[in-house]
């Protein structure tokens, strides 16, 4: 029997969602060609030795916003754009990144994505995806333009229930679930109450209150708990399964929790930042607090970041995403804006105009391998299973993305042996995204990746601290992707309606 392999990985510990063992890789064309021990070398293949560490699947970061700001209305920017947002997620190990196509209050879906694949495409570094968020959801929306996103391999969609350009009313989300159900499409939700968070704003801002740590004050943990359970109720009158994204509030975890035992198809989903950071960040000195403005905000009690990593190692979260949403710290039209456009110009600015979203796409993989996995909160399964595999299942990526096995893209992580592991000090400074800062400055981690691989190209080599220069604008690919593979409708209803294509499935299966 002979092998052609090119690339060839030895001495390593395989780690997947469900199974660790210590074999050799075999890879041809950029794809998982054979497991095995002791796999014979032929000439020119190139060889990585593992040395004993850990390889799990490449990253799959399925919450990127690149080349896109929420509050691009005020005149913000991104700092990222598809170039440095995918060179930044090779450097910490994530090989695909799903991120999001904004659909105009009057425009077409179809025209959305188009857009974003021109910003893309010969542009990214690292294979990629779209959502859609959906700002729109008219008659022609859903039933004509949805089925051709599935048909071209965009199969998931987002919404929001805050922000004025953005939100949907509930009956628009009825409209929008029902259609996402009829067709196989994921839809993710963006859960917080819009009118609670503008009420507290206006009366914060009678009340002088508007330094960046009140940004927390205006969406206390009720304003995401009452959306998410709200939703969830949207949800289940139409039975349509969704995921809550960047969840932060314990309160809104319980309900998902809650949700999940009751066997509904509802996923979560929660991010680095609420692990490990907390509402202390916003008060930095002056308004360097502004660095750690996000929606949902981090939150005040230090306690509430032990419940999410419960939730985390419980399985509440299915997975754990970047939501990598950076502006610049030094930029007129980034965090400088909750300055600039303050009309009482406070020294320490005003949280309403203060663009949110951090930077965080390369630190997610290194922050859940060190303070995850080395510190004894997760399994490295349970890590394969957040960092990759479920995002490609909930995406229909899997199994190309998301595993190691005969048939799956070569994409790879290669970690150090607990006895090797390098502890990593972080500064913006070693970071591969434009971005000038980065919310976890001087964090001590117990690792970094030793090498990023893509479809069996080495991509980062951490001996030289760097994406590799090889690597061009143009070697990451479109994916398109198939329907989920996690439980989707369970056909149960909460009383004699059914939605009409119900009957018409009904009618057509007992013909």
């Known amino acids: 029997m002979s092998f052609n392999f090119d690339l060839v990985i030895k001495n390593g510990i395989v780690v997947t969602a469900s199974d660790e063992v210590a074999c050799d890789i075999g890879c041809i064309n950029g794809k998982v060609s054979i497991l095995g021990v002791g796999l014979p070398i032929p000439e020119g293949c190139k060889v990585i030795d593992a040395e004993g560490g850990y390889v799990t699947p490449g990253g799959v970061d399925s919450h990127v916003h690149i080349a896109q700001s929420a509050s691009k209305s005020a005149g913000a920017r991104s700092s990222d754009d598809w170039t440095t947002a995918t060179r930044s997620a090779l450097g910490g190990g994530t090989t695909t990144v799903i991120a999001f196509a904004v659909q105009n209050r009057g425009d077409s879906m179809l025209q959305a994505v188009d857009d974003y694949h021109t910003l893309a495409t010969g542009n990214a570094l690292c294979d990629y995806g779209f959502h859609v968020i959906v700002t729109d959801p008219s008659e022609e929306a859903m039933h004509k333009e949805v089925p051709k996103l599935v048909e071209d391999g965009v199969t998931s969609v ?35 109450n819009s009118d609670m968070i503008e009420f507290m704003t206006r009366s914060l801002e009678k009340q002088g209150k508007t330094e960046p740590w009140h940004h927390g004050t205006s969406r206390p943990p009720i304003i995401e708990s009452e959306a998410t359970y709200r939703a969830l109720a949207l949800s289940e009158l139409m039975d349509c399964p969704a995921l809550f994204v960047h969840v932060s509030a314990p309160e809104a975890m319980k309900t998902i929790r809650d949700a999940q035992t009751r066997g509904m198809s509802i996923y979560g989903e929660t991010c680095p930042h609420y692990l490990l950071l907390d509402g202390s960040a916003m008060r930095g000195k002056g308004f360097e607090g502004a660095k750690a403005c996000c929606a949902p905000p981090l939150r005040n009690d230090p306690q509430d970041k032990e419940k999410i990593w419960e939730g985390v190692a419980n399985g509440t979260f299915t997975v754990v995403s970047s939501d990598h949403a950076p502006t610049n710290w030094d930029d007129p039209q980034g965090k400088q804006l909750g300055l600039t456009k303050d009309p009482k110009k406070n020294p320490l600015g005003n949280f309403r105009y203060i663009p949110n979203g951090l930077p965080g796409v390369e630190t997610r993989p290194p922050l859940l391998w060190s303070e995850g996995v080395c510190k004894g909160r997760i399994s490295r399964q349970k890590f394969v299973e957040l960092m990759s595999t479920n995002a490609a299942k909930l995406y229909g990526m899997y199994p ?74 143009g070697e990451g690919k479109f994916l398109k992707r198939g329907k989920s593979s996690l439980p989707g409708p369970r056909n149960k209803w909460l009383s004699e309606w059914r939605p009409d294509y119900v009957h018409e499935q009904e009618a057509a299966a007992s013909a």
């Open 158 to 192: 987002k919404i929001y229930s805050t922000y004025p350009a953005l939100k949907l009313s509930d009956l628009q989300i009825l409209d929008l679930m029902f259609a996402a159900r009829r067709y196989g499409v994921t839809v993710m939700i963006h859960a917080e």
């Open 400 to 473: 190309q993305k998301g595993t190691i096995q005969p048939g799956s893209d070569a994409d790879f992580i290669i970690w150090r042996s607990d006895a090797q592991r390098k502890k990593v000090n972080l500064t913006v400074k070693n970071l591969h995204s434009a971005c000038d800062y980065t919310p976890y400055e001087g964090l001590s981690l117990e690792d970094w990746p030793r090498f990023t691989i893509l479809r069996g190209k080495v991509v980062f080599d951490d001996s030289d601290d760097k994406v590799l220069t090889s690597i061009v604008p």
